[in-house]
C-alpha cells in the first residue's frame, strides 16, 4: 500500500494520539508520560529506541541500504504552564499545564512520519539513516540544549536537522521555509542600580537609583535606534524595574530586568558590549554602582542553504508552490532548535495551522492545534526524507 493510500487511516489515529497528548500536557523535562508514549510507539513500529536523552527525550534510528548519509527530524514535546480555557473534550486535565503552542501536534505528527516512513523504507524509497528526535523542553531550558551536551551528534551522526512548528495566521498547510535567519536569539539581562537612598525632599544628599534607572531605560533604546543597521532587526525590551517603598525615601537600590533579541549570533555579542558601555556611562554621570548580569539565552535560528533548498523542494511538492513562502520575515520570537542546527546545519520550517484570530495564537489559553493539517505534516517529512536520502 503506498503512504497516499494508507495516510487517511494514519492521519486519523495520529490525530486521536494528538488529542491524548493534548490532554495530558507536561511541563520542560518532566515530559514522562509523553515520552512513554513516543517511546513504545516507535518500538512497536520496529525502530532501535533510545530513550533518557537529557532526562525525557527520546531519539529513533532507521536504516536503510547502504548510504552513510544521515538527517535528524525533530519534534519538541513539552507545554506551557498556562490554564487552558477550552472546553473541547479533549482540554487539559492538568490545572495549569496546557499544550498552547502546538508541540502535541509536532510530537504527533513525527511520530505518524515514522510509520509512513517505515513502510516507505521495506520498498527502498530512500537509502541512508533517519533519526527521528523528540525532544524535551523547548518552552523553557533548552532540551535541545542539553541534548546536543549530551552527545546527541556523538553518539548519531548526522549531515542535516530539520524542525518545523505550525503557524497560527498562515493558511493551514501551506509552508514558510526562508534561508537565513527565521527565529531570534534571546539573551536575558538584569541590572542592579546602587546609591545612596535618603529623603525625598533632600534629593542633593542621596544618588538617586529611580532617576538613574529612569535615564538607564531611556538610553538602552539606543542599543536598537543608533547601535544597529536600521536594515537589520533587533529589540531591547526592558519588561521589569522595581524599586522604592514609599513616597517620601529616595530608595538606595532598583532592579531591571529585560530581554534583547537579535538575528545574528555577532550581534548578540554587539548588544552586551553596548549595554555593558551604557551601564559605565550611567555610573559616572549619576554617582550610582550599576551592575549588569547579560545572560544568553537561545542563540538565533539561521536556516543553511542546502537543507532550505531540500525543506522547499519537499514543501512544494506537498502543498504546491503558489502555498510555498519563500520570503517571510524572520520571528524575534526564539526557538531552541536553534541549538542543534548552530552544530548541523539544519532548515526550520512554519506549517500554516490556519486563521490566527479569536485568540487562536501560539501561547494563548484558547489555543488548539489543527488536526487537519496532520496529513500535510506528514507528508512533508516523508518528501523530505525522500529528497535528502534518494537512492544514489
Ligand atoms: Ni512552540
Not at 515530559?31 to 512497536?44: G, M
Not at 519534534?75 to 473534550?89: G, H, T
Not at 542546527?341 to 501561547?363: D, I, M
Request: with cysteine.
Amino acid at each position: 500500500m503506498s503512504m497516499e493510500d494508507q495516510l487517511p487511516n494514519l492521519a486519523s489515529r495520529i490525530a486521536a494520539l494528538r488529542r491524548d497528548l493534548h490532554a495530558h500536557p507536561e511541563l520542560a523535562f518532566e515530559e514522562h508520560r509523553t515520552a512513554k508514549v513516543v517511546a513504545d510507539h516507535l518500538e512497536r513500529l520496529g525502530l532501535e529506541v533510545f530513550r533518557g536523552l537529557a532526562g525525557t527525550g527520546v531519539v529513533a534510528r532507521l536504516r536503510v541500504g547502504t548510504s552513510p548519509r544521515a538527517i535528524g527530524l525533530r519534534a519538541d514535546m513539552d507545554c506551557l504552564p498556562l490554564q487552558e480555557l477550552n472546553v473541547f473534550p479533549h482540554h487539559s486535565k492538568q490545572p495549569g499545564k496546557m499544550h498552547a503552542c502546538g508541540h502535541d501536534g509536532h510530537t504527533a505528527m513525527l511520530l505518524g512520519a515514522a510509520e509512513a516512513l517505515k513502510d516507505m523504507a521495506a520498498v527502498g524509497h530512500f537509502d541512508g539513516t533517519v533519526y527521528f528526535i523528540f525532544q524535551p523542553a523547548e518552552e523553557h531550558d533548552g532540551g535541545g540544549r542539553v541534548m546536543v551536551e549530551e552527545g546527541l551528534f556523538d553518539r548519531f551522526p548526522m549531515d542535516m536537522v530539520f524542525g518545523l512548528h505550525n503557524w497560527p495566521g498562515m493558511a493551514a498547510g501551506s509552508f514558510g521555509v526562508v534561508e537565513g535567519p527565521v527565529m531570534a536569539g534571546a539573551d536575558r539581562f538584569e541590572i542592579e542600580i546602587t546609591g545612596h537612598g535618603g529623603h525625598a525632599a533632600m534629593p542633593h544628599q542621596t544618588a538617586d537609583v529611580v532617576v538613574a534607572g529612569s535615564a538607564l531605560v531611556q538610553v538602552l533604546q539606543t542599543l536598537v535606534s543608533r547601535n544597529t543597521d536600521p536594515l537589520e532587526s533587533a529589540v531591547v525590551s526592558v519588561t521589569r524595574f522595581h524599586a522604592g517603598h514609599a513616597d517620601n525615601v529616595l530608595p538606595e537600590t532598583a532592579l531591571l530586568g529585560g530581554t534583547v533579541r537579535t538575528l545574528r549570533p555577532e550581534w548578540q555579542d554587539a548588544m552586551e558590549e553596548g549595554m555593558r558601555r551604557i551601564c559605565n556611562g550611567i555610573e559616572t554621570t549619576h554617582r550610582v554602582r550599576v551592575s549588569l548580569r547579560f545572560e544568553r539565552g537561545y542563540p538565533p535560528t539561521i536556516n543553511s542553504e542546502a537543507p532550505t533548498l531540500l525543506a522547499r523542494e519537499a514543501a512544494r511538492r506537498v502543498a504546491g508552490s503558489e502555498r510555498v513562502f519563500t520570503h517571510l520575515k524572520p520571528s524575534m520570537g526564539a526557538e531552541d532548535f536553534s541549538y542543534l542546527s548552530r552544530v548541523v546545519p539544519g532548515c526550520y520550517v512554519w506549517l500554516g495551522n490556519g486563521p490566527g484570530e479569536g485568540g487562536c495564537t501560539l501561547h494563548s489559553p484558547h489555543y488548539d492545534f489543527n488536526d487537519d493539517i496532520i496529513p500535510t505534516g506528514i507528508r512533508y517529512w516523508a518528501k523530505l526524507v525522500e529528497r535528502a536520502l534518494a537512492p544514489e
